[in-house]
């Protein structure tokens, strides 16, 4: 069944789905079985084969204005048009888009010479100190291609992605300072990429590389995860990211207990900038810092972690789940402290007494007592 926006999210957050991962699902592409996303119809190849291509910021306007507001940078547009898997079957068209429009890796290839010149070719009056002293106060390298275009520059359709493509890597060359949104972009996708690979610790260095960036441009008034979604406009936004991250920095705690430390930071100062944020969310936060210090062989400071969930919030499920969980062993994989059945039916039995039975969580007592007992 479709889950709808007011319905818990299917990713167990405990969150609506509107407040968590449905942003993020109506953004990404679809799997090659099923029909491709809405972004992802507008961004590729075969939308646009047999006309006149509409450049990436076109297609961006028009998903903002179309199917509710599908908030969408022309960056990510043009990542979902070089994704093969947003054109399913259609191999050849995909392959004639990546041969003959400007794509990331086209543009990344050329020189700055290079690019100065086909800028020049396209009407940009272009120079370094100029592109630097335009850079300051942004966060978007790709809006800086819109002052190029109030210039009466000579290109059209898709060939406007080149200004935009340009002016993405010529932060990257020329700017001494903060990345930006598209570079953030950039390491936030391919951490997902390594996670899916495998490879847990690569994927923690770079999302702590993300967080350090991201978190510079925090207030002290963005007490929610949700008011920081402002700050950055990219693939993702910044609450389903941190959530992804901290599991992120739990598995590579698995293979490697050193990643656990920097886990911990991350959580810490996640708990310390939003501490007004939801309690679901901040009793996941809570939950992960716990099972860091167990891989860290830290045990006592794991379960008075989970502990103070309980005191703090009485009648939310998941601190009881998680203590029970800690003492049942249930996950194998998991580390925690000595194997005491009796504590975890006891903490289960607790949670069934006080928790508030509205919480989606509720169930999931049940289910972990006829867990146990099935043992």
């Not at 100029?130 to 300051?136: G, N, S, W």
């Amino acid at each position: 069944m479709k889950t709808g926006r007011n319905d818990p999210c299917p990713c167990g957050s405990g969150r609506k789905y509107k407040k968590c991962c449905l942003e993020r699902d109506e953004a990404a592409p679809e799997p090659a079985a099923t029909a491709a996303s809405p972004a992802a119809s507008a961004a590729s190849p075969a939308a646009t084969a047999g006309s006149p291509a509409l450049p990436a910021a076109s297609v961006a306007q028009h998903l903002a204005g179309v199917g509710g507001g599908l908030r969408i940078s022309p960056y990510t547009v043009v990542r979902i048009a070089e994704d093969p898997r947003s054109v399913p079957g259609r191999q050849v068209e995909f392959e004639k888009y990546m041969r003959e429009n400007w794509t990331r890796a086209r543009v990344a290839a050329m020189s700055t010479p290079e690019l100065e010149a086909q800028l020049e070719r396209y009407g940009v009056r272009f120079s370094a100190e100029d592109f630097v002293a335009l850079a300051r106060g942004r966060r978007s390298a790709w809006s800086m291609s819109e002052v190029w275009q109030r210039d009466p520059v000579r290109c059209r359709g898709k060939d406007e992605d080149f200004l935009g493509l340009a002016a993405c890597e010529l932060w990257k060359r020329l700017v001494r300072g903060p990345p930006s949104d598209e570079m953030i972009d950039d390491w936030m996708q391919e951490g997902y990429e390594l996670r899916e690979q495998g490879r847990s610790r690569e994927a923690a260095d770079l999302w702590w590389k993300v967080w350090c960036a991201l978190r510079e441009r925090f207030t002290p008034e963005m007490k929610s995860i949700w008011d920081a979604d402002e700050v950055f406009d990219g693939s993702q936004s910044v609450g389903n990211w941190c959530q992804d991250a901290q599991d992120a920095f739990e598995d590579a705690a698995r293979d490697d207990p050193s990643c656990a430390r920097l886990g911990l930071r991350f959580c810490d100062e996640w708990l310390a900038q939003f501490a007004g944020d939801e309690i679901d969310a901040t009793v996941h936060f809570l939950r992960s810092r716990a099972a860091l210090h167990f891989h860290l062989g830290d045990m006592r400071e794991g379960l008075a972690t989970l502990e103070s969930i309980v005191r703090r919030w009485p009648r939310n499920p998941w601190g009881y789940i998680a203590l029970a969980d800690a003492h049942s062993h249930l996950f194998e994989t998991d580390p925690g402290p000595p194997l005491d059945t009796a504590a975890a039916f006891e903490w289960l039995r607790r949670g069934e007494a006080a928790a508030d039975r509205e919480h989606t969580g509720f169930g999931v007592l049940a289910e972990r007592r006829s867990e146990l007992e099935r043992r």
